[in-house]
């Protein structure tokens, strides 16, 4: 059973590593035409992004779909990755790749027409998979606290 987690594990952080270089291989206006197009759906549901951040409202669109990529890479590699290793280092070595990938990824946008290479798009991506590290590092200090009391509520209650 571990076996058949692990290869779809694999094939899940593989498939997103695939899907965020194919989107990032589209050429400037096939990305700025994504851009409108998810302005346009978010208008249609009633949240205006033009109105809130008029002209600069593509630019936050894609680089909120650069956050959003890296955050879920950020736990596709950590559960890859536990399977190897203690979820400690998972966790630090998911970063590594988040970060790793984010740097080749604006690399290769250098070769991509009417993208380019930027730095800021890096800290960006890997303020995703940062933030995903922070939230799970809560969520199991969290639920290990929790644990942790209901076992000495057990302990006390007999």
Known sequence: MKNKRTIIS????LAWMSLIF???NQPSYVSSKQSSLVID????????LNSYFGSIASFVVRKAAHFSEYFIL???AVNVIKN?????KARLYALLIVFAYASTDEIHQYFVPGRSMAFRDVLIDFSGG???????KIYYKLKNVRKNTCISEKVVVK
């Open 10 to 13: 694999w094939i899940l952080l």
């Open 22 to 24: 194919f989107m990032s």
């Open 41 to 48: 759906i978010l208008a249609v549901i009633g949240i205006d």
């Open 74 to 76: 950020y736990f596709l």
């Open 84 to 88: 190897y290793v203690y979820i400690n």
């Open 130 to 136: 940062f933030s995903g590290y922070v939230i799970q």
